[in-house]
């Protein structure tokens, strides 16, 4: 889960989870943000293979789109429409894509950023998030995210929260990428690590003056 | 050359006691009126390009495309009837897609070609189905390189180096005989088919005509796509100075 988004220029951070295998965390090399056409990008979190599914039918749209071939391209904003129609409309069916859909992008100077989940739920905001992101990020977030973050700002707000994140989430693993969306284009970092610190004092005798220890 | 079919033209299920079916070969009069389109396969790529007879001044330019993009590797150019013409993108669309999805890799060339042929054959064969008035020239670029290919309203397909359909056919035909094709990129395919086109236009019968190309080539990253701006008008500026040169002779 946690995926964390940030309206600046439209920062990204992905999850700090792999994909699970049950209960063991196997793989923890696998992408789930992706550009979408020229304008968006899409991260997801829940199950992989039907964020695979999503991903066939966004391709497809964006074929259709361009096959047109008129100068027009499908924004951010039409793009998740797009997914919360899905996304809904398979919740109705009883037969659900079991992801939290997180989507931004830029297109004629606009921002967007939107979520929606397995369940149809749709909204747009400055920040959002999925899954235990909700809960431990976005109060950080609703205090320290404005108007006038700078992509290095909100990229350190971003890694604060994901800490958090890496400390309380039991299955997060040290692994994040960040994304920038401009009017340009779309780039997405390598993965890398947060520094943590495991020198607490509590760490190192986790037991002491815990009820029926010694 | 043609003649006339009389009882034996009624029916596309009909032959004539030469063995020829004439609904096919009118179908094919239809292409013969239209406006010229011209194909040619360069060593990086394909260029199309269209003679889009303008029929009214009233009419937007850059408005009914005769270009379509089948896949992001390829395209087609259509002549003759356009509303058939349209039917025939659409089903190459979701053939194209189709394969795509069933296979994983996009459609090659040779096989999008035969899938077009097999579709216009199938409407030459059944007396409640009339024959597609149109013939297409595709482009498209796969593994195996950039390759061109004609459908005509009969159903044949061939692969083609270059050719061309409709009112200038013959003209453009021979045009593209001189050009050296292996040794001539993409950039300068563009302005040989402006020339073409505009060569072969005839001012006095047709008055207004707009030029219309696309390409697939390394340099538009095996994507098909409308020729870029610049380039067009540079090929359209070559095109009429080459008319003028030769008027001046």
Same mark, same amino acid.
Request: net charge neutral.
């Given at each position: 889960?946690?995926?964390? /988004?940030?309206?600046?220029?439209?920062?990204?951070?992905?999850?700090?989870?792999?994909?699970?295998?049950?209960?063991?965390?196997?793989?923890?090399?696998?992408? &789930?943000?992706?550009?979408?056409?020229?304008?968006?990008?899409?991260?997801?979190?829940?199950?992989?293979?039907?964020?695979?599914?999503?991903?066939?039918?966004?391709?497809?749209?964006?074929?259709?789109?361009?096959? /047109?071939?008129?100068?027009?391209?499908?924004?951010?904003?039409?793009?998740?429409?797009?997914?919360?129609?899905?996304?809904?409309?398979?919740?109705?069916?009883?037969?659900?894509?079991?992801?939290?859909?997180?989507?931004?992008?830029?297109?004629?100077?606009?921002?967007?950023?939107?979520?929606?989940?397995?369940?149809?739920?749709?909204?747009?905001?400055?920040?959002?998030?999925?899954?235990?992101?909700?809960?431990?990020?976005?109060?950080?977030?609703?205090? *320290?995210?404005?108007?006038?973050?700078?992509?290095?700002?909100?990229?350190?707000?971003? *890694?604060?929260?994901?800490?958090?994140?890496?400390?309380?989430?039991?299955?997060?693993?040290?692994?994040?990428?960040?994304?920038?969306?401009?009017?340009?284009?779309?780039?997405?970092?390598?993965?890398?690590?947060?520094?943590?610190?495991?020198?607490?004092?509590?760490?190192?005798?986790?037991?002491?003056?815990?009820?029926?220890?010694? | 050359?043609?003649?006339?079919?009389?009882?034996?033209?009624?029916?596309?299920?009909?032959?004539?006691?030469?063995?020829?079916?004439?609904?096919? *070969?009118?179908?094919?009069?239809?292409?013969?009126?239209?406006?010229?389109?011209?194909?040619?396969?360069?060593?990086?790529?394909?260029?199309?390009?269209?003679?889009?007879?303008?029929?009214?001044?009233?009419?937007?330019?850059?408005?009914? &495309?005769?270009?379509?993009?089948?896949?992001?590797?390829?395209?087609?150019?259509?002549?003759?009837?356009?509303?058939?013409? &349209?039917?025939?993108?659409?089903?190459?669309?979701?053939?194209?897609?189709?394969?795509?999805?069933?296979?994983?890799?996009?459609?090659?060339?040779?096989?999008?070609?035969?899938?077009?042929?097999?579709?216009?054959?199938?409407?030459?064969?059944?007396?409640?189905?009339?024959?597609?008035?149109?013939?297409?020239?595709?482009?498209?670029?796969?593994?195996?390189?950039?390759?061109?290919?004609?459908?005509?309203?009969?159903?044949?397909?061939?692969?083609?180096?270059?050719?061309?359909?409709?009112?200038?056919?013959?003209?453009?035909?021979? *045009?593209?005989?001189?050009?050296?094709?292996?040794?001539?990129?993409?950039?300068?395919?563009?302005?040989?088919?402006?020339?073409?086109?505009?060569?072969?236009?005839?001012?006095?019968?047709?008055?207004?005509?707009?030029?219309?190309?696309?390409?697939?080539?390394?340099?538009?990253?095996?994507?098909?796509?409308?020729?870029?701006?610049?380039?067009?008008?540079?090929?359209?500026?070559?095109?009429?100075?080459?008319?003028?040169?030769?008027?001046?002779?």
């Amino acid at each position: 889960m946690a995926f964390l /988004w940030l309206l600046i220029w439209e920062v990204r951070s992905p999850s700090l989870h792999p994909c699970s295998y049950g209960s063991t965390l196997r793989y923890k090399g696998v992408e &789930r943000m992706k550009p979408v056409g020229k304008h968006s990008l899409i991260g997801a979190s829940g199950e992989l293979s039907d964020f695979q599914e999503i991903l066939r039918y966004l391709d497809e749209l964006m074929l259709y789109d361009n096959l /047109w071939d008129n100068g027009n391209s499908l924004g951010p904003k039409e793009v998740h429409n797009y997914l919360t129609r899905v996304m809904y409309n398979r919740r109705n069916q009883f037969n659900p894509l079991w992801n939290s859909l997180v989507l931004g992008g830029v297109k004629n100077g606009q921002k967007y950023l939107g979520t929606v989940n397995m369940i149809g739920v749709h909204y747009e905001d400055n920040h959002v998030a999925t899954g235990f992101g909700n809960h431990l990020a976005r109060p950080i977030l609703r205090d *320290e995210w404005h108007e006038n973050l700078s992509f290095e700002d909100g990229v350190k707000l971003l *890694e604060k929260c994901m800490r958090v994140l890496l400390y309380r989430d039991r299955s997060a693993v040290n692994k994040l990428q960040a994304t920038n969306i401009t009017e340009e284009g779309v780039t997405i970092s390598q993965p890398y690590a947060l520094k943590t610190s495991w020198n607490l004092a509590a760490f190192k005798n986790p037991t002491v003056g815990a009820e029926g220890s010694w | 050359m043609s003649s006339i079919g009389t009882g034996y033209d009624l029916s596309v299920t009909t032959f004539s006691p030469d063995g020829r079916v004439f609904q096919i *070969e009118y179908a094919a009069k239809a292409v013969d009126n239209s406006g010229t389109v011209v194909g040619i396969k360069c060593k990086d790529g394909v260029v199309l390009g269209v003679e889009k007879l303008i029929a009214s001044k009233m009419m937007l330019p850059g408005s009914n &495309r005769r270009i379509h993009a089948v896949h992001r590797h390829s395209g087609m150019a259509v002549a003759g009837l356009a509303a058939d013409g &349209r039917q025939i993108v659409a089903r190459a669309k979701s053939e194209a897609t189709n394969y795509e999805s069933v296979y994983g890799e996009p459609i090659p060339v040779k096989e999008l070609a035969d899938r077009v042929a097999s579709y216009v054959h199938l409407c030459t064969l059944y007396w409640w189905l009339r024959p597609f008035g149109c013939g297409v020239i595709l482009g498209g670029y796969d593994r195996d390189g950039p390759q061109l290919y004609m459908v005509e309203p009969s159903g044949v397909s061939h692969r083609y180096f270059g050719t061309s359909i409709g009112k200038g056919r013959q003209a453009a035909k021979t *045009e593209i005989e001189k050009l050296k094709l292996s040794e001539m990129t993409c950039r300068q395919g563009v302005i040989e088919v402006a020339k073409i086109i505009y060569g072969v236009h005839d001012e006095a019968k047709d008055k207004a005509f707009e030029l219309e190309m696309s390409w697939v080539c390394d340099e538009s990253n095996r994507q098909h796509q409308k020729v870029p701006d610049d380039l067009l008008e540079e090929a359209k500026a070559a095109a009429k100075a080459a008319l003028e040169e030769m008027d001046a002779d």
